[in-house]
């Protein structure tokens, strides 16, 4: 079975300040997905990693993949309240009737203003 | 373009009592995901449709869940009977097929709430 381990679980920062979340797999995934889930909506696509080592950026959020494919981080710079949500990584099984994903148990970030 | 509709938002039922979740995926969408959100974790997916054939299920309780998405359009999940722990948000997701990262488009989600 393909676990995905997100740390922290919890961040409270101010407005301005740095954060980083990972995410940590025992297993090889072919792709990684970071969703962003705000109360009473469903989770919503950032971005997604696919070669190791990879790095992408979307405006003040960073993205990495490990080189084995199996971690990836998310930075995020001069957080904004507006960053406050659920962040979900979620690793990407390829199958020929569509994609799986196994999703992490989440890191709830709040920003403070 | 309309997004995944889900119906209801919100539910409130006993113990033993039945219930049912519908979703409308993305027009044109063949994928279909339903996936059971308990408060504090990340999604679980309990069953995937290709189309109205079951491709994935094996995390679905099969002794008391039952999904069917008869016509490859729009699905429906039940419970019969609940449990406490199926306490959750409930989420449908849809893909389109042949996109090779697919993006899942989710609904807003039902939250149930078994008492």
């Known amino acids: 079975t393909q676990l995905l381990e997100q740390s922290p679980q919890f961040l409270s920062i101010q407005e301005g300040e740095n954060l980083t979340v990972y995410c940590n797999s025992s297993?090889?995934?072919?792709?990684l997905q970071w969703y962003r889930q705000e109360p009473g909506e469903g989770p919503v696509l950032l971005v997604t990693v696919v070669t190791g080592g990879e790095v992408k950026k979307l405006k003040r959020l960073t993205f990495q993949f490990g080189d084995a494919r199996k971690d990836s981080s998310l930075h995020i710079t001069a957080a904004q309240p507006g960053d406050t949500g659920l962040y979900l990584c979620?690793?990407?099984?390829?199958?020929?009737?569509?994609?799986?994903?196994?999703f992490g148990g989440g890191t709830r970030v709040l920003v403070k203003p | 373009e309309a997004g995944v509709a889900q119906s209801p938002r919100y539910k409130i039922i006993e113990k033993r009592q039945s219930v049912a979740f519908w979703c409308n995926p993305i027009?044109?969408?063949?994928?279909l995901y339903w996936y059971q959100q308990i408060l504090g974790q990340g999604p679980k997916l309990l069953i995937q449709f290709q189309n109205n054939g079951v491709v994935d299920d094996s995390q679905l309780p099969k002794d008391r869940f039952s999904a069917e998405r008869l016509k490859g359009v729009d699905s429906t999940l039940k419970i019969q009977p609940a449990k406490l722990e199926d306490s959750a948000v409930y989420l449908c997701a849809s893909s389109q097929r042949g996109h090779f990262y697919n993006e899942q488009f989710f609904g807003p989600g039902t939250r149930l709430t078994v008492l």
């Open positions: 297993s090889v995934f072919s792709s």
């Open positions: 979620a690793g990407i099984t390829i199958k020929a009737a569509g994609n799986k994903l196994t």
């Open positions: 027009s044109g969408h063949a994928t």
